[in-house]
């Protein structure tokens, strides 16, 4: 199957490091990239005509030598709007996981419960909705909806990608929602507008939601100062005193669309060691949670 050609207009974002750095932080045994991806090859798994952006091939194989340097032993692979809702690359990397991934999904209104079955059967557990604008923007709420009983119906959850704005406008929206919903990036704020900004106190108060989950990933997108993006740390740290019993990480790789500073994801690491420094919450953080959420 031959790749897609793209018009001038579609973004060709950059590829990630390619000499990643063996981090000074040991995870513990188990431990889990809860948000990473996959991308192509393309020849084989074609990008969608219409996705925001055109990312490089970053094949499973990639991915898989990654996690060895990083000494991570699980994944979630958060399928991305790059691919649409065409599951093949997903569902492939989990199969050839050996049961150590777990994935997310894109849909639309072709999905019925023969297409959810067989998701279900692959190893995804979520359904992920994209509220962001460079990415196209808030889905057809009713479509929305619907889904959210679909998920209901197979116990998975959803995942929200969002600005941070939206943590504010739709808060009664998520809030109501009778599933558990993981918010990614912690919520895309931005670290210079202070841990008091409006979108920061509404995702703590989120976060006293027993339904309500957040991944410390993104800290590169988060921070207002860039490398080491330890600007990132404090609003990590108040997500975790919040709800320790729903925190997710990961890696983001190969971090797509990630604006001027790609960063190294031995680097991510051990930032997240500043994060979590204590060793119980570490596990329960990369092993215990994503393990409750993803049934590995």
């Known amino acids: 199957m031959g790749s897609i050609r793209y ?11 390619p000499r990643t750095r ?38 499973f194989e990639r991915l898989q030598k990654l996690h060895e340097t990083l000494r991570i032993e699980r994944a979630v692979i958060v399928h991305a709007s790059c691919h649409g809702a065409d599951m093949r690359v997903t569902l492939d990397a989990i199969a050839r996981s050996n049961g150590r991934y777990r994935g997310t999904a894109i849909i639309d209104d072709s999905y019925g419960d023969r297409e959810f ?33 679909k998920v209901r119906s197979l116990g998975w959850h959803l995942i929200l990608h969002l600005d941070s704005n939206d943590l ?26 202070g841990l008091e900004q409006q979108p920061f106190k509404t995702l703590l108060e989120f976060m006293k939601n027993e339904n309500c989950w957040v991944k ?49 994801d031995g680097d991510l690491v051990d930032l997240f060691a500043l994060m979590a420094p204590e060793p119980a919450l570490q596990h329960k953080i990369l092993v215990d949670n994503p393990a409750r959420l993803y049934g590995f």
């Open 216 to 264: 410390l990933c993104g800290a590169e997108r988060v921070s207002s100062k860039g490398p080491p993006f330890s600007d990132a740390v404090p609003f990590a740290r108040a997500l975790i005193e919040t709800a320790p019993d729903r925190i997710l990480w990961g890696t983001d790789w190969p971090h797509p669309n990630v604006g001027k500073h790609m960063p190294n």
């Open 117 to 149: 079955q067989k998701m279900h059967e692959g190893g995804i557990r979520g359904v992920r909705f994209n509220f962001v604008k460079h990415l196209g923007g808030r889905p057809d709420l009713a479509f929305f909806r619907n889904t959210t009983e």
């Open 22 to 59: 063996t981090p000074k932080f040991l995870p513990p045994a188990l431990a889990c990239d809860a948000h990473c991806h996959v991308f192509g090859p393309a020849e084989k798994f074609p990008y969608a005509p219409d996705a925001p952006y055109c990312p490089p091939d970053a094949p």
């Open 168 to 193: 504010v406008e739709l808060k009664d929206l998520f809030m109501k929602l009778p599933v558990p919903i993981v918010i990614d990036h912690m919520g895309r704020v931005k670290a210079g507008d």
């Open 7 to 17: 018009s001038n207009s579609v973004k060709t974002t950059a590829p990630p490091e």
